[in-house]
């Protein structure tokens, strides 16, 4: 499992993962995190493959 970076106080968190010889990190927007039952939704992802110094945008969550 990936860590989290917080990149705004209040909504906005980031995953990342290392799959498949890449490692890619998803971006959500988080309604609250002060709340448990907050809401989260997915707004874009981007790869680096291994080997390499590109940063490519996806077009799902790796999770």
């Known amino acids: 499992m990936g860590g ?4 705004t106080p209040d909504t906005e ?6 799959v498949a ?3 890619k990190t998803d971006y959500y927007v ?4 002060t709340k ?3 809401s989260s939704a997915w ?3 981007y790869r680096t493959r291994s080997g390499t110094q590109k940063v ?8």
Do not use: C, F, I, L
């Not at 490519?56 to 999770?63: I, S």
């Open 36 to 38: 448990r039952d907050a």
């Open 30 to 33: 988080v309604s609250d995190k």
């Open 56 to 63: 490519e945008r996806v077009d799902r969550p790796a999770r």
């Open 4 to 7: 989290t970076e917080n990149h």
């Open 13 to 18: 968190g980031a995953w990342t993962d290392r």
């Open 21 to 23: 010889g890449a490692k």
């Open 43 to 45: 707004t874009r992802s």
